[in-house]
C-alpha cells in the first residue's frame, strides 16, 4: 500500500520540484545594456528586474564584468557617500536577494551599503561592502526575509571602482502555484 501511494504521488513531486527549479534563480548581468554613465531617474531593465539609478553621477555599465558587463560603483568618478541605485522586480513582487559577484578595479574601490527593503521596512543589510583586488569574491548576503527592493547606498570613497556583477534573485512567491517560499 504505501509503495503504491510512494509511486502515485511521486510524479507529482517531481513536477513540483522541476517547476519550483525553473523559477528559483533569475540572474541581473547587465549585459544587454550599453556601456556608459547611468543617468539620474532613468528606468532600465533585464531579467524581469527593473533598476534605477535614483541619485548620483557615479553609477555605470562597463566591461570587465563576470564574465561580460557589471555595474561599476563610480564609474569615472568616485562615488558621493547617500548616492542611492535602487533593484526591484518588475512586477512589484518580492524576491530573496541570493548573492552578488564584487571586485575593485584596482585598488581599495568604493564602499555601498546594500539593503533589503519589504514595503518600505529593511528587512538585512550588508554594510561597507568594498573589495581591494581584482579577483571576483561572490557575497550571499543572508537577508532575514523577502524583499521588493534593494538600495545600494554609497558608504564611504575609496580610490578605485566597486565592481558589481550577477546578481541573483529566488522569486518569494511559487509563480506556478501561487504559494510562498519560507527560506531564500
Avoid at 564609474?75 to 559577484?101: C, L, M, N, T, Y
Avoid at 550571499?140 to 580610490?159: K, N, Q, T, Y
Wanted: aromatic share 10%; no cysteine; net charge negative.
Amino acid at each position: 500500500m504505501f509503495r503504491n501511494w510512494m509511486l502515485k504521488g511521486l510524479p507529482a513531486m517531481l513536477l513540483t520540484g522541476l517547476l519550483a527549479a525553473n523559477a528559483a534563480a533569475q540572474t541581473l548581468t547587465f549585459d544587454a545594456l550599453s556601456t556608459g554613465q547611468l543617468a539620474e531617474g532613468v528606468v532600465n531593465s533585464e531579467a524581469g528586474f527593473e533598476f534605477e539609478n535614483i541619485s548620483g553621477g557615479a553609477w555605470g555599465i562597463d566591461a570587465q564584468g563576470n564574465p561580460d558587463q557589471a555595474l561599476w560603483v563610480g564609474w569615472q568618478v568616485a562615488i558621493a557617500v547617500g548616492d542611492e541605485f535602487s533593484i526591484r522586480r518588475a512586477d512589484g513582487e518580492p524576491f530573496f536577494f541570493v548573492s552578488v559577484d564584487h571586485r575593485s578595479s584596482g585598488a581599495e574601490s568604493d564602499a555601498v551599503d546594500l539593503i533589503g527593503l519589504n514595503g518600505g521596512a529593511e528587512v538585512g543589510s550588508v554594510t561597507g561592502l568594498s573589495r581591494s583586488d581584482l579577483t571576483w569574491q561572490t557575497l550571499e548576503p543572508g537577508f532575514g526575509g523577502p524583499i521588493d527592493e534593494l538600495r545600494i547606498v554609497g558608504a564611504s570613497v575609496g580610490s578605485a571602482a566597486l565592481v558589481l556583477d550577477n546578481f541573483v534573485f529566488r522569486p518569494a512567491t511559487d509563480e506556478v502555484f501561487g504559494d510562498r517560499f519560507e527560506t531564500p
